[in-house]
């Protein structure tokens, strides 16, 4: 028996005339059976197999023969009683997955059930992939179990902070097929999202932080490992999930961050936020995932600002701290000039405290945003990718007294609009050169809060470059590696 099939058997005996012919005659109801199948030979017993049936079906069935009478010389036809059988029903679980437990920023327990099974079960699982991924993993019990119940999966090694999505399946027998077949469940696959890993931020203190404003995506911050780089924090981020990108990256800077051979990091995504939050950028760039060779993965917290450490270097490389920059004649001339710029003058300060990021618009601006398209075939996230407008740096220094208090400070700002320069250009020219002040009223971001007040607003006016270099009044590096934070 199947769920489209079954083999008849009939048997026959006290015949006194020749049988010409043995078989069946079927159907589905008992006084209706119009279906007629012919079995080989005229021997007894005899059998016949029947396809094409309807599964989980009763039919109704009797055999036959046909004898020749030698009294009325015709060919007549005896049955016998009928009798009925049922179909098996196809292999039919109804699969459920049910919502994941147990979530930690590296594992989860992963929950579903069947029911309505009509074949052996053979196993039960669940696969899952982060939400970005296009390849599934697997996690299978390798365990029978009888026509329903519920299962679940404990599966580890996760990315902390990242949204995973995950079905459940049974591997049930089917009769049909003569195999195993896997059954899913054929709703929509639930998520989870893993715990994140970073400490929170807090602003006090760290003297290269904006004040936050309450409105923010996600704000974040990585701390360097190993020897050299102890615990020492490495750099702190604002990130939008509408723009893609971070509107402000923070990190302090000292000459020891800049010498090494911590660099050459590998793309990634940055572990703390959902993969799909990020731009796809890891193993392609700009240019073949979006179709336009101009740009580039530009980096907000530079790598050659964190050469003296592996770990912190490879930070740098997240998707987070990356910018689509116009490459040739801005990422890779003026900017990439004045970021050189920046790590110079740790030869005769302590610690230079930096800010930068993008700006699509100017507080209550109107300027219009242009956008990355994903090139076809790509998986590109997301498909339509915003362009800054403009890019900006702030940079601050400050003077200690010997028990480390602030009294005195120096700070200077550059804004540029995101466009090609000629080579002429530099980034010292004084269209680029603005306060700190003005740069908070065009983003909006109260920099250098963390300044004693009676110092903030005078430091934040300044404009000159060649007056910020020259600052007298900063401290020469500590005896530490890192400078006095």
Known sequence: ?????????????????????????????????????????????????????????????????????????SVETRYGDVA?????????????????????????KLNGSFSGATGEIYDRGFKYKRTIDNTWSTVGLNSTTGTSGSFSATI????????????????EWNENSGQYED??????????????????????????????TGSENFVGKFYGSGSTA?????????????????????YPLTAAHTTGNGGDGNWDYNPNIPTNRQVSITSKSYPTIYGASAYSRGHQCPNASRLSNE??????????????????????????????AVRNLTSSADTVYVVTGPAYRKVNGSETINYLTGASGQNANPSS????????????????????AIIGANSIAFWFDHRE?????????????ISVNKLEEWTGFDLFHNLPDDLEETVESNTSWSGFQSSSNINSVKGNNWGSF
Not at 421 to 433: G, L, N, Q, V
Request: proline share 3%; charged share 10%.
């Open 1 to 73: 028996m199947s769920s489209g099939g079954a083999t008849l058997q009939g048997s026959f005996s006290g015949e006194t005339g020749t049988i010409s012919e043995v078989g069946f005659v079927y159907g589905l109801y008992s006084t209706n059976l119009n279906n007629t199948a012919v079995a080989s030979g005229t021997s007894s017993p005899f059998t016949k197999a029947i396809s094409g049936l309807n599964s989980n079906t009763t039919y109704y069935y009797k055999a036959y023969v046909k004898e020749y009478n030698q009294s009325t010389s």
């Open 84 to 108: 009925n059988f049922t179909t098996k029903a196809v292999a039919t679980a109804t699969v459920t997955t049910s919502e994941a437990t147990n979530i930690t920023s590296a594992s989860a």
């Open 156 to 171: 580890s090694s996760l990315h902390p902070n990242t949204e995973y999505m995950f079905l459940a399946y049974v591997t």
């Open 183 to 212: 059954r899913w469940d054929t709703g929509n696959a639930l998520t989870f999202t893993t715990s994140g890993s970073s400490a929170p931020v807090t602003t006090t203190g760290w003297l290269e932080l904006p004040a936050l």
């Open 230 to 250: 102890g615990t020492n924090r490495n750099y702190s981020y604002n990130y939008s999930y509408t723009y893609y990108a971070s509107m402000w990256v923070a």
């Open 311 to 340: 770990q912190m270097n490879d930070q740098t490389y997240y998707a987070t701290n990356q910018t689509p920059q116009l490459q040739n004649k801005f990422n890779a001339s003026v900017w990439s000039a004045l970021e050189g």
């Open 385 to 404: 990718l915003p362009i800054p407008n403009y890019y900006w740096k702030a940079l601050l220094k400050v003077e200690r007294n010997s028990a480390g």
């Open 421 to 433: 320069y000629a080579s002429t250009e530099r980034y010292y020219d004084s269209e680029h050169i």
